[in-house]
């Protein structure tokens, strides 16, 4: 007789390739990217509202983590999207990443890859096998979010877009299509990658990758920083906005090094230089932070 355990154990065998760490059975785990506590805090940091009998849209679902989450917390109904990952055989594609960045050649992004197929969708496998271990009930829905007819879809009291923002070449018309599938009243939670330039937090920024600069990823294109963040939420058509994570606080310099600025400043940057005819130094890059930002967004 076929165990739960037996099903779990199948499931993981028959999927090379896992992004989230889900558990499928006690103790059985399917082998994510990170290790399930990980996944975990990410879920506790997004610091959900109740979502007994919500209705729920994650879009950009993946191996689903964050759908089955949703559900095992009370929600009444959860609609999984996704189109790109689910289109591209990622076992594949991540063997080609993984020995891009060892040695620098050249990586398509999937979609020019030749590991997309999206009439077979080989990267939906983990997605239901998850599923089918689980017994969930959350619905699957293959579509592009940026061209799909979002009509079709529906409105939901709550929309997790995580992961997704800085993936898209147009950052505001992806938050207003959010906008548009969060029901009145409604929450949507946006989690990104971000920026943070000290002593520019009060401007809204973005930082652009015209290539492979963020994680040797070519899909990567956006960060905002969290003035910029909060923008794209209010110019989409959200009325309340409210910015759950900020970035790390960097720890202050050591005594000598605080020290050998202020000589350095003192020598090459002040006054005395300018009156004694030294042309001005070179001006240090600005640094700036990354860190995932969390954003509360209601309609």
Same mark, same amino acid.
């Given at each position: =007789?076929?165990?739960? /355990?037996?099903?779990?154990?199948?499931?993981?065998?028959?999927?090379?390739?896992?992004?989230?760490?889900?558990?499928?059975?006690?103790?059985?785990?399917?082998?994510?990217?990170?290790?399930?506590?990980?996944? /975990?805090?990410?879920? $506790?940091?997004? /610091?959900?509202?109740?979502?007994?009998?919500?209705?729920?849209?994650?879009?950009? $679902?993946?191996?689903?983590?964050?759908?089955?989450? $949703?559900?095992?917390?009370? #929600?009444?109904?959860?609609?999984?999207?996704?189109?790109?990952?689910?289109?591209?055989? =990622?076992?594949?594609?991540?063997?080609?990443?993984?020995?891009?960045?060892?040695?620098?050649?050249?990586?398509?992004?999937?979609?020019?890859?030749?590991?997309?197929?999206?009439?077979?969708?080989?990267?939906?496998?983990?997605?239901?096998?998850?599923?089918?271990?689980?017994?969930?009930? @959350?619905?699957? @829905?293959?579509?592009?979010?940026? +061209?799909?007819?979002?009509?079709?879809?529906?409105?939901?009291?709550?929309?997790?877009?995580?992961?997704?923002?800085?993936?898209?070449?147009?950052?505001?018309?992806?938050?207003?299509?959010?906008?548009?599938?969060?029901?009145?009243?409604?929450?949507?939670?946006?989690?990104?990658?971000?920026?943070?330039?000290?002593?520019?937090?009060?401007?809204?920024?973005?930082?652009?990758?015209?290539?492979?600069?963020?994680?040797?990823?070519?899909?990567?294109?956006?960060?905002?920083?969290?003035? $910029?963040?909060?923008?794209?939420?209010?110019?989409?058509?959200?009325?309340?906005? @409210?910015?759950?994570?900020?970035?790390?606080? /960097?720890?202050?310099?050591?005594?000598?090094?605080?020290? +050998?600025?202020?000589?350095?400043? %003192? %020598?090459?940057?002040?006054? %005395?230089?300018?009156?004694?005819?030294?042309?001005?130094?070179?001006?240090?890059?600005?640094?700036?932070?990354?860190?995932?930002?969390?954003?509360? #967004?209601?309609?």
């Amino acid at each position: =007789m076929t165990t739960v /355990q037996d099903r779990a154990e199948e499931a993981i065998r028959s999927c090379p390739e896992w992004y989230h760490s889900i558990e499928l059975a006690p103790g059985i785990v399917t082998p994510g990217r990170q290790p399930l506590q990980y996944w /975990q805090k990410e879920l $506790a940091h997004l /610091q959900l509202p109740d979502l007994h009998g919500k209705s729920v849209l994650d879009i950009g $679902a993946y191996d689903g983590f964050f759908s089955f989450a $949703a559900e095992r917390l009370g #929600a009444a109904r959860v609609t999984a999207l996704d189109h790109y990952v689910w289109s591209t055989d =990622m076992a594949g594609y991540m063997k080609d990443w993984r020995e891009s960045k060892r040695t620098g050649a050249p990586l398509p992004p999937p979609h020019e890859s030749r590991h997309w197929r999206p009439q077979e969708l080989p990267g939906r496998r983990p997605f239901e096998a998850a599923r089918s271990v689980l017994g969930s009930k @959350v619905e699957p @829905v293959v579509g592009d979010f940026m +061209t799909m007819d979002l009509s079709k879809l529906g409105c939901f009291d709550v929309v997790l877009f995580l992961g997704v923002l800085y993936h898209l070449e147009e950052p505001l018309q992806a938050v207003r299509r959010v906008a548009s599938v969060t029901a009145p009243g409604g929450l949507a939670v946006l989690e990104t990658e971000a920026i943070s330039v000290p002593g520019l937090e009060d401007r809204a920024l973005c930082e652009f990758f015209p290539g492979r600069e963020l994680n040797n990823d070519p899909t990567n294109w956006w960060a905002p920083n969290g003035k $910029a963040l909060e923008g794209l939420c209010r110019a989409a058509g959200f009325r309340e906005v @409210v910015l759950k994570t900020g970035p790390l606080p /960097q720890p202050c310099p050591p005594f000598r090094t605080r020290i +050998t600025a202020a000589l350095k400043h %003192l %020598l090459f940057a002040s006054h %005395l230089p300018q009156k004694l005819g030294c042309p001005p130094p070179p001006q240090p890059p600005v640094p700036v932070i990354r860190y995932r930002a969390i954003a509360h #967004a209601r309609r």
